[in-house]
């Protein structure tokens, strides 16, 4: 075994064997003899068939050429080339016994004769090249994979995360079901060949191949320059460069110009990169757990681009128009689609976001640096085209696909861990963004996310927001208006807010003869103020009908897509259907210039939808149907109304000033919440409080207790990162409490809710079909024990609908009175015993002065239940009366301060004789027990 050289002697070494120094496209005059004895001084060695074969020693030259000098003398001993008279795709082993590609513990590299392939990635890019070139191509390529792969092996090149994270190369257990070394992108054209999907040291030597010897070192015109991999593969370009550079054997070469890349960047105009969270809405629970997106942002060039025409990165699972039943959800679970990222515009997301969906999106800026920012855009368009992923909703969804695409642009080996191993939420993973310290392109180092204060909002908390300020308008135009006048604009917006769409159309027709009626009763000194007025109440009553039409035009596409399901009809929009498409049209760069490749889901729902055949709609959906064509009646009678107004009377009101005051209003609100809000949201919280139990029977106990929770937001909850405050979400919260006493402590009692949600949201009057619009909701299923019980298990199921009292902006402030029922079952080691009854409750917050997070809670309940096998019903009653504080922040980390004082009874009423006696104690029989803690909460 000869001594290995250091990396920079190679090129002198190289000079000294007699190799051409570049390209190795000059015929070399000398013998075929003294070229293989050069060979073996380089330490490449042809025996045999090899040797003779005048062909394969050019090839050879040729490859080890196409490296950098110092690459050529590479580690590992003496490098044997065995060339085979069989043939085999490409000229190349497979690792199999019959067609070895090594052997001799990497001393010997086996080629054979060159066979067409059918691998299509690998073929792909050589369709202008003739066979022999092909032949000549993989010829020289495999003399790069060889010299890599020592390489590779001597220095570890393939498991430096910077090139792991590129392509998401997991270690066997390093994730959950994870047995062997694999990636997280799953696509073959992600790799150079097939053999590139084995391990990351395959990935990276075979993308090596692709690299150093690309088509064009062929013949330049076989491929354009969009086409070559220096413009397709910018990340695993510039991770295998600096691998190369950090171990001393060379420079990186220089990108070049990009056209279309270039274009489509517009690097000098990049302003910076946003984090995009689509929030639930508060009604909708299955949208609870939000939506992550990128969107990146330029400045104004020479070219103007309206907002509707702004890029967004979606991170989406690619489902297609499956049917959303049990399957969907399986499969959503099982990995049966692929998250794809898709590139689509502000305009689509407008629509099927804030409109169809009516869900607000909230805006995070990145700190990135401007390398970080560049990277960021080449990531995108790298993974637009071969980046597939395997989707399952609780672990790789929008949140870990948006880490993936993050962790392979960050510079100094930062990387931003799943907030779970088990679960990765979209809040959380906000919060893990928002750990990482960082310093940006400009000013101090801070969070690696912010906050931006301005919200992209949904037209259903747009209309919300403007049927508040209508409201006051309307209280404003008091004393300044004659009261007759006033008094008919009041009865028409009572009007205006009646459910039935043609009694609104009705109303706007009436509308500009009435606010002319009241402006023209003003005053000439407040006239003025009265036309602004009317015009903003015109202007947000228009806003808070786009809103139902929007939500009926939600309601309307889910209707057809079921009318369009119930055919059993093949359809081009499945989900195997969409990836097959979209792979095919990001193949060839060429073809993809010529094509708007736009893979927008609404789109290819009402392409579908115009030309697939549909069942007749059932009496329920027709009455939707009907519903949602008078709204827009209304609606189209509203933008009548406002625009003869604007037109007329209300002329003179600078209507671009009063949008521009609108705007600012809302950021003002927005950056007021923002400031007193809590950063973190809701997920994996722990609480361990310290307290003092005192039960009916013996004496006062101390009892420590932990409480976790996998995800706990309380409705009222200011939250930067959570959910709408109107909303509450808990998930796998449990409490485990204590007895401290020599030796093992005592379990007292356990409390695990498996899952709970409850929301105070409501429909705007004008929204709501049936009561139910009118109230908020809850459900909840949970576990307890308490060895003080009889029966000390209990399994708890139950539901509520919640009627709201009373209600603060953000719900900082809120009464709520529960009416609902539960089911249970009660269990020992000994007996078994269901139980049912009603359940009342009552829910109440007050915000306190300072943090968001400040604030008096209460809540209390009482339920009859009846057991099987008793003869009467047992009464349980609970209350228990909480005060947060937000202490600040000590360092990382933030205090939250929480004393609390419970009590609960269990037991049953006395009979009537007994309820006669004088003594309050004798009306009832069963235990109570009461508490107090002090709890304390580090984030």
Known sequence: MEDEASPRDGARVTEQAGLPSRGGTTEDTRPLKERVSALERAGVLLRGAAASDETLVREVEAGLSALPPAMRRFPGGPLEFVLHPEPAPLGLGDGTAARPDWSEERARFHLYQYALSSERRATLRLSRLTDEESARLWRRRAVVHAVVQRWDDAYQWSRTVNWRRLSGWMKPFERPLVWKEEARLHYAGAFSRALGQKSASQDLVTFAEEYFVPVESLREDALSVDEQVRCQEFSKSRALTELVEATGLGAPRSRGDCPAFDAWAELDLLSHVEVLLVAATGRQP???????????????????????????????ALTGLEPRGLGYVVKGMTGSYDTVFLTGTMGDLTHESLELEQRTIRRFRLRLTRGEEARMLERIWELERRGYMGYYFFTDNCASAL?????????????????????????????????????????????????????????????????????????????????????RLLRLHARLQSPEPDTRREAYGELPETVSGVLASASPKARASVRETLHAYVAHAVRVERAALDRLEGERLRIERQRLLAVKTPLKGSAEAGIRERQRVFEREDALQRKLAVLDRTALFQEALARAPRRPPTPKELKVLVRAERTEAAFVRATEAQGELNDGVLAEVDAVAFLGADRRRKVEAEKRWAASALRESGAARTVVSVGMDFPDVGAARPVVSVRTAGMAEALGDSRLHGFQSSSELRVLDGELSLEPRWGPPRVVSTDMTLVGYRTLQRELPQFRESAWDSLGWGAEARVASDAARALPYRATVQAEALVVVDAGARFSRF??????????????????????????????????????????????????????????????????????????????????????????????????????SRSPSSWWSGTMDRRLALGLELR
């Open 815 to 916: 009464t709520a009175v529960g009416v609902g029922g539960l089911a249970r079952m009660h269990w020992s080691e000994h007996a078994l015993t269901p139980a049912a009854g009603p359940r009342l409750s009552l829910t109440h917050r007050t915000g306190l002065p300072g943090s968001g997070a400040n604030a008096v809670r209460l809540e209390a309940a009482y339920a009859p239940t009846w057991r099987m096998g008793d003869a009467r019903l047992t009464h349980e009653a609970g209350a228990w009366l909480q005060v947060e504080w937000w202490l600040g922040r000590a360092g990382p980390f933030g205090v939250l301060l929480t004393p609390r004082a419970q009590v609960r009874w269990e037991g049953s009423l006395a009979p009537q004789s007994l309820r006669e």
């Open 286 to 316: 299955e949208s609870l757990f939000g939506h992550l997106l990128l969107r990146p942002v330029w400045n104004e060039g020479a070219q103007v681009r309206g907002p509707s025409f702004e890029r967004v990165v979606q991170l989406v």
């Open 403 to 487: 880490l993936f695409l993050l962790n392979g642009v960050l510079e100094h080996g930062r990387q931003v861990s799943p907030p779970g191993a088990l679960w990765v939420l979209p809040t959380a993973t906000l919060d893990a963004l928002a750990k990482l310290e960082v310093l940006g392109k400009q000013g101090p180092a801070g969070p690696l996310l912010e906050l931006i204060p301005d919200a992209f909002e949904s037209t259903g908390d747009r209309a919300v927001r403007a049927d508040a300020i209508r409201r006051e308008t309307l209280e404003s135009l008091t004393g300044l208006v004659d009261t007759s006048a006033l008094t």
